[in-house]
């Protein structure tokens, strides 16, 4: 699975962003979909997961305000993000698992979003 990560950019603090990812090379219903973020001198961490049937999961620190989608047809993973911080400001990555595999395997090259306050 390639995958391509695309949409971010500058915004002010409250404001909002959209992430998208697009895929390629494999029937996208058979994987879990997942989008990760890397800040300045931190550790990548987890930001939300879905499905192939569409279930969620989010990291507590987003929460109410971002929302994981897939559009499997298209090969398309969304991330919706709003009322951004500050603390929101990292390189976002999009992945890729096959359902039954523990860890993700397939990566993107990462989109920088900064949150300006």
């Known amino acids: 699975v390639q995958l391509q990560a695309s949409g971010g950019g500058l915004v002010q603090a409250g404001g909002s962003l959209k992430l998208s990812c697009a895929a390629s090379g494999r029937t996208l219903s058979n994987y879990r979909m997942g989008w990760f973020r890397q800040a300045p001198g931190k550790e990548r961490e987890f930001v939300a997961d879905?499905?192939?049937?569409?279930?969620?999961s989010y990291a507590d620190s987003v929460k109410g305000r971002f929302t994981i989608s897939r559009d499997n047809a298209k090969s398309m993973l969304h991330l919706q993000m709003s009322n951004l911080q500050s603390e929101d400001t990292a390189v976002y990555y999009c992945?890729?698992?096959?359902?039954?595999?523990?860890?993700?395997?397939?990566w993107g090259q990462g989109t920088l979003v900064t949150v300006s306050s």
């Open positions: 879905i499905t192939s049937s569409g279930s969620t």
């Open positions: 992945a890729a698992r096959i359902w039954y595999a523990t860890k993700y395997d397939y």
